[in-house]
């Protein structure tokens, strides 16, 4: 069979890796160029610049006759690069954003180059296997004592929380149904107003009402507020579900996980508990206590394309057992026949509410194998302690106010004496020079700035020149 030309040779099969091999060198080189041009966390000149770079680099993007491979590799992931926010940089530190292991995105190559579907196990065969067994083994580590704890893999948080909600509302629609004298009434839903925003859009998405928000003026659910809460509801709504958070969005705070599972259980709620970014903790010795309570939730979110520094998307939403993901057993006689599942072939396609989608789990399998639970611990220790050291600084810094100390890897700061006009202006000033990327969060004492330390090789250093940073740009 002869050898098709470089642009249309295929990634799969004996000949894809040849096939590889000459490209990835172009792109390495395309992404160590782009690095260095851009120099920084961020490209400057603010988006019209960076929208006018990609436009004159790649035009015309669909000619006549194309550039051939490796040019059209070149220009556009130089490019991508150049213009890119760059989680690897130190002072790239705004969002749960995470520079991925370079370990976990070659396992991504793999990946993309064999193309499994995961919505039938003869689109899959081993990254079916794979799966199963890499899910359950992260399940176990949020429920050490269920027979049989399961995970479904997700596109992270959001898809996470949503299935959650869906689960928690066929889980009611069958208690009702069991009553035909009682009429059914909606699952509510009572989280914080610390509470991810994916609570809220699913609750939207699946019909239900809108969420019953209490205050969290310390950033937490305070177990008095939801108490009252629960106890006002008995008997006057229908069921609920409690949501809780292990690891804010915005300062990365642990709701108290043991009182509201006895609260949950006390009113006969059903508990989730969304650990998108707190989750990681389950690695490391040092921290995971701060988990605590976890285990007693129906459903948890985990997501380890924040502290687990995996390439998007590497989501999961843990049960304690599989009768729990019932409700989203599905079938179409293309992917799942039921002989063919009656025969022993696994059913994928109720694993998920996305049909084709990617072995997202390779990467993280590979990751788990070659660092181990202490190597993967090692890295939220190292990163958490660059938080308290972010902390340290700024506490003993004269013109820095802090926040509260860090829970997980997250600082909130600002200039003492600095307004919401002054602050917006600092971090758009920052954004713009491409100097630092920082976030913004609003508590009840106002606009602070925001440090989501990821990068578990950051130094003291680094931190020290990202205050010196937002210090060059305050008004004296």
């Not at 948080?157 to 069991?178: K, P, W």
């Not at 602050?423 to 990327?437: F, P, S």
Request: glycine residues 8%; contains cysteine.
């Amino acid at each position: 069979m002869p050898v098709p030309p470089a642009g249309t040779a295929l990634a799969g099969g004996t000949n894809g890796p040849r096939a590889l091999r000459p490209l990835l060198d172009t792109v390495l080189d395309a992404l160590t160029t782009g690095a260095e041009d851009r120099a920084g966390p961020l490209p400057p000149g603010g988006p019209d610049t960076v929208a006018r770079t990609v436009r004159d680099a790649c035009h015309p993007l669909l000619p006549d006759h194309g550039t051939g491979p490796h040019a059209a590799l070149r220009t556009l992931v130089h490019t991508l690069a150049a213009g890119a926010a760059d989680p690897a940089d130190p002072h790239c530190a705004a969002h749960l954003h995470c520079p991925p292991l370079a370990l976990a995105t070659a396992a991504d190559l793999a990946a993309a180059a064999l193309n499994p579907s995961m919505d039938s196990w003869d689109q899959a065969p081993a990254a079916s296997a794979l799966e199963a067994l890499t899910s359950r083994e992260l399940a176990a580590l949020v429920y050490p004592q269920a027979t049989d704890p399961d995970a479904l893999v997700t596109t992270g948080g959001t898809e996470s929380n949503q299935l959650a909600l869906l689960l928690a509302r066929e889980s009611a629609a069958d208690g009702t149904a069991t009553d035909p004298h009682r009429p059914a009434r909606p699952l509510r839903i009572v989280c914080g107003a610390n509470a991810h925003h994916s609570i809220h859009r699913s609750a939207w998405l699946l019909g239900l009402p809108e969420p019953l928000t209490l205050p969290t003026p310390d950033g937490i659910l305070t177990p008095d507020t939801v108490h009252s809460c629960l106890a006002n509801l008995a008997g006057r709504i229908g069921p609920v579900l409690l949501v809780a958070t292990a690891g804010t969005t915005d300062s990365g705070a642990i709701d108290p996980l043991p009182d509201l599972a006895d609260l949950a259980e006390q009113h006969g709620a059903r508990f989730h508990i969304d650990a998108a970014y707190g989750g990681a903790l389950l690695f490391s010795d040092t921290h995971r206590a701060a988990l605590h309570g976890l285990a007693r939730a129906h459903t948890v979110a985990l997501d380890l394309h924040k502290l687990g520094w995996q390439p998007v998307a590497a989501g999961l939403l843990a049960v304690p057992g599989p009768t729990t993901l019932t409700p989203l057993a599905h079938q179409a006689d293309y992917l799942n026949a039921d002989d063919d599942t009656e025969a022993g072939l696994p059913d994928l396609l109720s694993r998920s509410l996305r049909t084709t989608r990617r072995p997202d789990i390779l990467k993280i399998a590979v990751t788990l194998k070659a660092l181990g639970r202490h190597g993967l611990g090692e890295l939220v220790d190292r990163t958490l302690a660059a938080a308290q050291t972010l902390a340290d600084l700024i506490k003993a810094h004269p013109r820095y106010e802090l926040h509260s100390r860090p829970t997980l890897s997250t600082v909130l700061f600002r200039p003492t004496g600095a307004d919401h006009t002054t602050l917006a202006t600092i971090r758009r000033t920052l954004l713009t020079d491409g100097q630092a990327v920082l976030g913004r969060a609003t508590t009840p004492t106002g606009l602070w700035l925001k440090a989501t330390l990821l990068n578990p090789h950051t130094q003291p250093g680094d931190l020290t020149t990202l205050l010196k940073l937002v210090e060059g740009h305050t008004p004296r």
